[in-house]
């Protein structure tokens, strides 16, 4: 378990705060770039308790400011989007995507401009995305360009999903493999009912043997089951300090992957940008019926928002657990159900760890191993670090090999 002061450093993450710190140092997902499609779009963005503005020009450029006018507060998103910069509605003041002011309606002819500049952050658009860098700008890092990244648009999909949760219970759920034969037990292990087919890789055997080292990008593991036809080995990599990839099973594709990140949007609420991707084609229709998020009672698609609150039990359908292990459809539900369940910010000061935990134990010490990196002067870990290397895998697990040759590209890291 973790003291009340250790929760609130790994979980808290406003201006600030040590976790904070550390995560303004990684490019950050801000908005799916549909939110600003087209020339002229606006939209308000909230990343890492602030609030920012991201519009797209005329000329099609992205910028990501402070929300509210360096004038007198107003709020940007109300503005109007003019060539290459957003005009406050309040007294037309006009910001360029860098900042600069371009323009001061409500000042005299005979006065000089403040020498003045709003905040405005790097931005990249890349994979559906907006990203956008928070932190010192001496220090900012190369963009980290992802596998899916590099693949045609119709074979990947990307989701984002808002749920009422702190972020770290989130993805301590994706990195916990025991859960998966056990919460997903429809798709995991369907012969609990007495029919029915494999789904998503050997997930029999409920109490997986787990290995774990560090790497350059974080860390991975290794989740050991055994199983009719031998022992089967899944190794899932966590990379800093938001992200994972999850292998292909049955269900998916032998040929696919879903990378996953977890990304504050507060203490309280997290945005999970879910990018399903592979050698198929793949449409936004069978991802969400495959996770559940087709169901509009607990997923809106234009806001992006998982429509479930702790408490909000009516929503679980009890009559049909004699064959549905957990009264809900689809696997990222489940999860963000249960994440949800927890609260906005889990006590973990009364939980008890056990073995299958290790992951999630090892996924605490790196974020605060990086988080005292930065406090010595030292970049934090995956900083420059070639994600576009970094795989998952679930298959036969190798006899006269170690398993890390199934991950080539994955190194391990050395510490400093």
Known sequence: MLTQEQNDRLCRIGPRTPMGDLFRRYWMPIVTADKVGEPGSITAARLLGEDFVVFRGRDRTVGVLDEFCIHRGASLALGRVEECGVRCLYHGWKFGADGAI??????PAEKRPPKLRAPAYPVVEAGGIVWAYLGPKEKCPPF??????????????????????NWVQMIE????????????????????????????????DTGPTLEIED????????AFRRGPEGTNVRVVPFIMPFGRIIPGGALQGK???????????????TATYSVRYGSQPISLESRLE?????????????????????????????????HNWSGFRGIAVEDAVIATSMGPISDRTRENLISSDLAVARFRKRLTDS??????GLEPVGIGFDVGLI??????????????????????????
């Open 290 to 322: 495959e996770t559940g998020y087709d169901d509009p009672q607990l997923y809106s698609v234009e806001k992006q928002q998982f429509l479930f609150a702790r408490g909000d039990n009516a929503k679980q359908r009890r009559d049909i657990m004699d």
């Open 371 to 376: 988080i005292d990196r930065i406090e010595r």
């Open 173 to 204: 759920g994706g990195l916990d493999s025991s859960h998966v034969s056990i919460l997903h037990t429809n798709a995991a292990r369907p012969n609990w009912t007495g029919a029915g087919a494999q789904a998503v890789g050997a997930m029999n």
């Open 215 to 222: 790497t350059e990008f974080g860390y991975h593991y290794a």
């Open 255 to 269: 040929n696919n992957f879903t990378l996953a990140l977890e990304v504050p949007i507060d203490d309280e609420h």
């Open 391 to 416: 795989s998952a895998i679930d298959a036969a697990a190798p006899n006269d090999q170690h398993w890390r040759t199934l991950v080539p590209n994955h190194c391990a890291s050395i510490a400093a």
């Open 102 to 107: 371009q323009d001061i309606m409500n000042l």
């Open 144 to 165: 980290r360009r992802f596998a899916f990244m590099e693949l045609p648009a119709d074979q990947r999909v990307l989701l984002r999903v808002d749920t009422h949760c």
